[in-house]
């Protein structure tokens, strides 16, 4: 765990990231980031980590889709089948 100290820069308070800490990160220097409050801590996000998780999220979904539908439930609906699940 790497500490800092909270500065003031102009009317704004400013965190220094340890470069350690930038590093594990994949933060890069001029890298926009989001920041947010969550139960009194502070919160920061890469938006750029974010877009690609998205995007693998959404390779992922296209290529189950994808998989799906070369397989077949034997006539079967999936309406069925969750109906059969829930009667036992």
Same mark, same amino acid.
């Given at each position: 765990?790497? @500490? ?12 220094? !990231? ?12 001029? &890298?926009? !980031?989001?920041? &947010?409050?969550?139960?009194?801590? =502070?919160? !920061? @996000?890469?938006? /750029? ?10 390779? /992922?979904? &296209? &290529?189950? =889709? /994808? ?6 439930? %034997? %006539? ?8 059969? %699940?829930?009667? %036992?």
């Amino acid at each position: 765990m790497s @500490h800092t100290v909270v500065g003031k820069w102009g009317k704004n308070l400013a965190i220094r !990231v340890p470069m350690d800490v930038a590093r594990m990160a994949g933060l890069t220097d001029g &890298e926009k !980031v989001e920041i &947010e409050t969550l139960d009194g801590d =502070i919160v !920061v @996000h890469r938006r /750029a980590a974010h877009a690609q998780a998205r995007q693998d999220a959404e390779s /992922a979904a &296209e &290529e189950i =889709i /994808a998989e799906s539908r070369r397989h077949s439930l %034997g %006539g079967v609906s999936i309406r069925d089948l969750l109906d059969d %699940g829930r009667r %036992g």
